[in-house]
């Protein structure tokens, strides 16, 4: 129903920013809850953030809290993360994820996922 894909990724020193972005196509976006997760090499995919589907409501790992800030500009069905004092714990490969539903009512639902970015921050 959704096809994702993330840019955005890139080589940034420790403090520094960086923004990605998650595009999809499909059915409307809107009616999606979407979500972003990562990946460093050898551990687990783990939470980051997540956003509603009218955008409204936002949550976060405590480890990216602060500094972190997801978002989605639905009349051009893109999703957003904004990352800010960026460390080196957070390199990783970055995806975006969606579930079909607009609202969370339970764990997350990864029915849709992009192929990710890398991002990688040095100290």
């Known amino acids: 129903q959704v096809q994702l894909v993330e840019s955005g990724g890139g080589l940034v020193q420790a403090g520094g920013s960086l923004r990605l972005s998650c595009a999809a196509s499909g059915r409307t976006f809107s009616n999606y809850h979407v979500a972003w997760f990562r990946q460093a090499p050898g551990k687990e995919r783990d939470f980051v953030a997540v956003?509603?589907?009218?955008?409204?409501?936002?949550s976060y790992a405590d480890s990216v809290k602060g500094r972190f800030t997801i978002s989605r500009d639905n009349a051009k069905n893109t999703l957003y993360l904004q990352m800010n004092s960026l460390k080196p714990e957070d390199t990783a490969v970055y995806y975006c994820a969606a579930d079909s539903r607009a609202m969370w009512q339970g764990p997350f639902r990864g029915d849709y996922w992009g192929q990710g970015t890398q991002v990688t921050v040095s100290s």
């Open positions: 956003i509603s589907g009218s955008g409204g409501s936002t």
